[in-house]
């Protein structure tokens, strides 16, 4: 990534703790010059640009016009979840929430930047998982199959070829998130890395 970020701006979408807050922090370290617009259902003040928004309701125009305005260059989709347990003893409301937020959400915000896009946008990127969508996940199935879904969506897109900006999918694994449950198996085996480490991560894929 070039080093001058003066004339670059960043959207990042869900940014209010975990991997997205920890990438805004290294962002901001390493180009201290670059703008941000953070969204997320919380959002504290600080040297960004932000509005809540609650991912698990439809995209709106409003929505599309506040991202718009900013005029971005990079797009980070960070908003991801869903029940952890056995999946017909978790109601059915908290599958279609896991769905809604962890593909549904993004795959109609691709679509629609790709019908009308700020000319300044070259890159959008959303987070996906390395395990989830590769794999089962125990524990956590409408999880998992979002992520399959979101992978799907992405590979065919750079298929088609057919955007005016790049779409790629940034594959961690597990991360030392609120997320994930200290009782599952990830953290008791100490699989996870911290979000810190990953973030750094993100940050080397968007060269």
């Given at each position: 990534?070039?080093?001058?970020?003066?004339?670059?701006?960043?959207?990042?979408?869900?940014?209010?703790?975990?991997?997205?807050?920890?990438?805004?922090q290294a962002l901001a370290k390493k180009y201290p010059a670059a703008e941000f617009l953070l969204v997320s259902r919380k959002i504290t003040e600080g040297n960004y640009q932000s509005f809540k928004f609650d991912f698990a309701k439809e995209l709106s125009s409003d929505f599309l016009t506040k991202l718009s305005d900013f005029n971005?260059?990079?797009?980070?989709?960070?908003?991801?979840?869903?029940?952890?347990?056995?999946?017909?003893?978790?109601?059915?409301?908290?599958?279609?929430?896991?769905?809604?937020?962890?593909?549904?959400?993004?795959?109609?915000?691709?679509?629609?930047?790709?019908?009308?896009?700020?000319?300044?946008?070259?890159?959008?990127?959303?987070?996906?998982?390395?395990?989830?969508?590769?794999?089962?996940?125990?524990?956590?199935?409408?999880?998992?199959?979002?992520?399959?879904?979101?992978?799907?969506?992405?590979?065919?897109?750079?298929?088609?070829?057919?955007?005016?900006?790049?779409?790629?999918?940034?594959?961690?694994?597990?991360?030392?998130?609120?997320?994930?449950?200290?009782?599952?198996?990830?953290?008791?085996?100490?699989?996870?890395?911290?979000?810190?480490?990953?973030?750094?991560?993100?940050?080397?894929?968007?060269?």
């Amino acid at each position: 990534m070039n080093q001058d970020r003066s004339a670059h701006k960043f959207i990042l979408l869900g940014a209010s703790r975990g991997l997205g807050w920890a990438t805004y922090q290294a962002l901001a370290k390493k180009y201290p010059a670059a703008e941000f617009l953070l969204v997320s259902r919380k959002i504290t003040e600080g040297n960004y640009q932000s509005f809540k928004f609650d991912f698990a309701k439809e995209l709106s125009s409003d929505f599309l016009t506040k991202l718009s305005d900013f005029n971005p260059t990079t797009i980070i989709y960070f908003a991801a979840g869903g029940p952890y347990g056995n999946f017909q003893e978790k109601k059915w409301t908290d599958h279609q929430w896991a769905l809604q937020v962890s593909f549904l959400f993004p795959a109609q915000l691709i679509h629609s930047l790709m019908q009308k896009a700020p000319s300044t946008l070259k890159k959008f990127v959303v987070v996906g998982s390395a395990i989830a969508e590769n794999k089962p996940d125990p524990g956590a199935a409408s999880y998992c199959a979002a992520k399959h879904a979101l992978k799907g969506l992405v590979s065919t897109l750079k298929e088609e070829n057919k955007s005016a900006f790049k779409i790629d999918l940034f594959s961690p694994g597990y991360i030392e998130t609120d997320m994930l449950p200290a009782h599952s198996w990830p953290r008791q085996q100490g699989l996870a890395a911290s979000a810190e480490n990953v973030a750094l991560q993100l940050i080397d894929s968007l060269d």
